[in-house]
């Protein structure tokens, strides 16, 4: 049996992009560890609130999102696009391919929507897959 990892609406897009960049290097680490498992074929169960991801957070506080203020607020309102993007829902059990797969279709839609206000941008900018669905 696969292993499982409980991933929020928007991080079954934005780690995709993933550099090897983040707050820490346990953060880091830990967002690599998903991937690596994920692109090993674990299963992802989709939820809301803090995941996998958020664990190694410097920012969750009581499974909340304190980045900014407002963060939560605004995390759970792109998790709920990202879900309604993809066409899955909080329940649902995905593979990484499958997610992977409707990326290019969405992407658009992702991009001019979210990641122009997105701290992390300029790393993403970075990944050759990002690059080539940001020029269309």
Request: net charge negative; charged share 25%.
């Amino acid at each position: 049996m696969n292993k499982s990892i409980r991933l929020r609406g928007h991080h079954l897009i934005c780690p995709h992009f993933f550099r090897g960049e983040g707050y820490d290097h346990v953060f880091s680490d830990n967002l690599m560890e998903g991937i690596r498992l994920l692109e090993g074929g674990a299963i992802v169960e989709i939820i809301e609130g803090g995941d996998f991801i958020c664990g190694k957070c410097p920012k969750l506080e009581n499974n909340e999102c304190h980045y900014a203020e407002g963060s939560e607020r605004i995390i759970r309102q792109m998790d709920a696009k990202a879900i309604r993007l993809l066409g899955v829902r909080v329940g649902m059990n995905v593979t990484w391919e499958e997610l992977a797969a409707k990326i290019p279709s969405i992407f658009a839609t992702w991009y001019n929507e979210e990641c122009g206000h997105c701290d992390w941008i300029a790393v993403c900018k970075k990944h050759e897959m990002f690059v080539k669905f940001s020029r269309g």
